[in-house]
């Protein structure tokens, strides 16, 4: 399977962004697809998550009220809007996908990796 993330780019404090997710090589069906990002020095960490169905999501704490992941199963893509933007949310952002429907916060239960898509917030 192939992930392939974009939609970041150099935004203003506040502003908005909203990333997809696209994914190939294989059914979309049955997976869970999450967010991660890493900022520079950092490392990587949990930002959303969001079930096959599109019932059940999960955000860290940092992005409740901010985000909302919700996916396009037609498509096979999932989106993650980000509202409000900060400077602290500067990071490399990552989709990645599991299957199954088990959701986890962590990185090391999804086994596949888009190549990230570049975010920075300028204050």
């Known amino acids: 399977v192939q992930l392939q993330a974009s939609g970041g780019g150099l935004v203003q404090a506040g502003s908005s962004l909203r990333l997809s997710c696209a994914a190939s090589?294989?059914?979309?069906?049955?997976?869970?697809v999450g967010w991660f990002r890493q900022a520079p020095g950092k490392e990587r960490e949990f930002v959303a998550a969001?079930?096959?169905?599109?019932?059940?999501?999960r955000y860290a704490d940092s992005m409740k009220g901010r985000s909302t992941i919700s996916r396009d199963n037609a498509e096979n893509t999932v989106y993650l809007q980000m509202n409000n933007l900060k400077a602290e949310d500067t990071a490399i952002y990552y989709c990645?996908?599991?299957?199954?429907?088990?959701?986890?916060?962590?990185?090391?239960?999804?086994?596949?990796w888009g190549q990230g898509t570049q975010v920075t917030v300028s204050s």
């Open positions: 990645a996908m599991r299957d199954g429907n088990l959701m986890y916060m962590r990185g090391d239960m999804y086994p596949y």
């Open positions: 969001i079930s096959w169905s599109g019932r059940i999501t």
């Open positions: 090589g294989r059914t979309f069906s049955s997976t869970i």
